[in-house]
């Protein structure tokens, strides 16, 4: 059996990496999957590949949300995975000290202000049927500090606690609308290229990246996308304005390499 079948689903920033790899997982789970992205030749491709649906969005824009739900008025399940580190065209301060503030505000009008206007379009779309699931792709960066990425954890830490509080509020209205945040730590995808480089010092960069992470590998977007997929399904009615890691420990602590 199908765990998403026909069930409508929207997925943010599906063009590539884990916003894919949930839309690939989603459509052979049997949903009606519309690929979001506002990348319109990229996420044009993926859907066309994947056998769904593709609209352009750019989560930062008010406008484009309110076009979606005008032409996408019903959603089932609604996932906000569109994000940037900041770090896309190449590396630059984001420390607390050096950041500018327009590199700040950039990071978190998509992360924090798409996240928001997303939720608000997925309660809009879910409120009539009073019942569907919105997850939200936070990080393992919105747990802890990070020096070197501050406008990054401090969006996906703000994504964590507006989960929170979109649960509550649908909980609040006597809707079945549930709310949570999944937090992904080193999961290898295009995001991650501009810090692994392609020189010969790739591999130790990544080796370097997860020499703390208790099972000493980078994650998969299939594996986020498997943790999305029960969040979406009707195996996970009981569970909202929760946070759930996929981290390969990492949040757990250290962990001795066997003998």
Partial sequence: MHRLNNKTCVVTGAARGIGRAIAHRFHEEGAIVIVTDKDAVTGAAAAAEIGCRFERLDVCEEADWLHLA????????VVNNAGVTGFEAGMVPHDPEHASLADWRAVHRVNLDGTFLGCRYAIGAMKRAGTGSIINISSRSGMVGIPG???????????????KTVALYCAQQGWRIRCNSVHPAAILTPMWEPMLGTGPDREARMQ???????????GT?????????????????????T?????????AGAAASPG
């Fill in 208 to 218: 370097a990246l997860v020499a703390e992470t208790p099972l000493q590998r980078f």
């Fill in 149 to 163: 990425a501050a406008a990054y954890a401090a969006s996906k830490a703000a994504i964590r606690n507006h989960s």
């Fill in 221 to 241: 977007p299939d594996e986020v996308a498997a943790v999305v997929l029960m969040l979406a399904s009707d195996e996970a009615t009981y569970v909202t304005g």
């Fill in 243 to 251: 946070e759930l890691h996929i981290d390969g420990g990492l949040l």
């Fill in 70 to 77: 005008d032409i996408v008025p019903v959603a089932d399940v």
